[in-house]
């Protein structure tokens, strides 16, 4: 059983800068893949990032890709996701997401996959 705890959520303009992070209980964490999601006001959860269990592997929606990057510190349980340049269609709940990754190191951006969620962050951008 793995546990997710998101943090570092809150109101910002747009253009600026915040770090969310997702600490995990459980020893399986490090073995995990885990993804970000994002659920805006009426719209669907939809993929944000996602890194593979050893970090190597990472992977972007392309409304993010050179503003957000995603990593992860295995030694303390923790996935962050820096989010540069704002924007207000960044205003969503975020959600971390983990399944166990087994022999292979990789990525996965299906919603679907994913055994583990937390309760989510909420960020708002405004314009």
């Known amino acids: 059983q793995v546990q997710l705890i998101e943090s570092g959520g809150g109101l910002m303009q747009a253009g600026g800068s915040q770090r969310l992070s997702c600490v995990a209980s459980?020893?399986?964490?490090?073995?995990?893949?885990v993804g970000w999601f994002r659920q805006g006001p009426g719209a669907e959860r939809e993929f944000v990032a996602a890194?593979?269990?050893?970090?190597?592997?990472?992977y972007y929606t392309d409304s993010v890709k050179g503003r957000f990057t995603i990593s992860r510190d295995n030694s303390k349980n923790t996935v962050s996701l820096q989010m540069n340049n704002v924007k207000p269609e960044d205003t969503a709940v975020y959600y971390c997401?983990?399944?166990?990754?087994?022999?292979?190191?990789?990525?996965?951006?299906?919603?679907?996959?994913?055994?583990?969620w937390g309760q989510g962050t909420q960020v708002t951008v405004s314009s």
């Open positions: 459980g020893r399986t964490f490090s073995t995990s893949v």
């Open positions: 890194i593979s269990m050893s970090g190597a592997g990472t």
């Open positions: 997401a983990a399944r166990k990754s087994g022999y292979y190191d990789y990525v996965q951006v299906l919603s679907e996959a994913y055994a583990y």
